[in-house]
């Protein structure tokens, strides 16, 4: 435990703000590739491609889908059916990810970024028969400001995340109800309520992560540094290096050059005038 708290010291020491797809995010890849290679491991670093835009295409169609919801109760025959195709949206796309045929959302220019992979071969007279690989993860580039994690729902955002798919198909029903001439206005507008309701998880998650692309940095998430510490400190645990990490030294400020003083005349031989003999006339 003790190793982790000298970790998170190096990493708050070494790392500053880390943006995924920056410079200092490679920095800070290779920092931690060079702390993981005191371990008596091998450490890499690999390159990938994301979308830059890829967490902004399921916020739209979420907002899209609470729009169609609202629209679809306002009795006029063209925006009910608008309506109903903009909030069975997200139900399809729901249903397409439960049989595994998720439809890729990613537009827009590439963004390149990097993980740190740390190998252990396991060879040598400690290794037993039947070992396995483990893989530990911790991701260490610095988020975007939530303001949804600094509120009193914060606790039940993984809740929300859960509920968000059933709730998508009780939107495109509520919709698809409005459809129905047959059934009585009272019920239909029950349902169209509820509908609205329904699109509201969806549309809290989409509205956090529409303001992440505009927000600034934090300083640190607790899943960022800490995790990776605490990474490094199992690592210690098990391949020990005996090495403890220490803070970079604060840089020494340069000396400041002499103030000049006036320039003397030169010489007429290109030289300065030797200084008079002490006690010589004035």
Known sequence: MAMTHDYLDYLNQRVGIAPANSQEELQAAETIASLMGQHDVEPAIEEFDVPSVSGLVPAI??????LGALVSGFGVGVLTLIGFLLAAVPA?????RAFGREPSLAIGPSARSQNVIAVHRATGPLVVKGS???????????????????????????LVARVS???????????????LGFIPAPARIVFWVLGILAALPSVLLAVGAIYERVSPCTLGANDNKAS???????????????????PRPAAEPEPEAPE?????????????????????PI
């Open 92 to 96: 399809v796309l729901a249903l397409l």
């Open 228 to 246: 990776v510490a605490s990474l490094l400190g199992v690592m210690e645990n098990v391949r020990p290096s005996g090495l403890v990490p220490t």
């Open 165 to 179: 798919a059933p709730c998508s198909y009780a939107v495109a029903a509520c919709a698809f109800v409005q459809l």
């Open 61 to 66: 169609i979420s907002i899209a889908m609470f």
């Open 132 to 158: 396995r690989p483990i893989v530990v993860v911790a991701h260490y580039d610095t988020p975007h400001e939530n303001f949804l994690y600094s509120t009193a729902i914060a606790p039940y955002l993984p």
């Open 260 to 280: 000049e003083g006036p320039e003397e005349p030169a010489s007429e031989d290109g030289g300065y005038p030797a200084a008079e003999p002490a006690g010589a």
